[in-house]
């Protein structure tokens, strides 16, 4: 069975940083695709960075480019997301993701999903 269980949000000022990690237990980080997204208040989630096994690179949403760092521990099995320069508008539920085949990490595709932990960006 799979399962993936986020953790590290919390609230943060503008400015700040955070690291989120995500602890998966089922599933081979080496196969197919793991992302992170993210859902803010009234709005649809999102896609915020995606690893794809299959070219061994790293994607990011415009928005995230430069400000956001998405890792992998396979021996750990633990997925990361270092967020550094937060805004109020990354006000949002985090969501990791997984795959078992293919490229990207297209939403209808990810096979699994954790259940989220928030991040609220406020002064």
């Known amino acids: 069975q799979v399962q993936l269980v986020e953790s590290g949000g919390g609230l943060v000022q503008p400015g700040g940083s955070l690291r989120l990690s995500c602890a998966v237990s089922?599933?081979?980080?080496?196969?197919?695709?793991t992302g992170w997204f993210r859902q803010a208040p009234g709005k649809e989630r999102e896609g915020v960075g995606c690893?794809?096994?299959?070219?061994?690179?790293?994607y990011y949403q415009d928005y995230a480019r430069g400000r956001f760092t998405l890792s992998r521990d396979n021996a750990k099995k633990m997925v990361y997301l270092q967020m550094n320069s937060l805004k109020p508008e990354d006000t949002a539920v985090y969501f990791c993701?997984?795959?078992?085949?293919?490229?990207?990490?297209?939403?209808?595709?990810?096979?699994?999903w954790g259940k989220g932990t928030l991040v609220n960006v406020t002064s």
């Open positions: 089922g599933f081979d980080l080496e196969n197919g695709a």
């Open positions: 993701a997984t795959r078992n085949e293919g490229y990207g990490c297209a939403q209808p595709f990810m096979d699994y």
């Open positions: 690893f794809s096994s299959n070219d061994g690179r790293t």
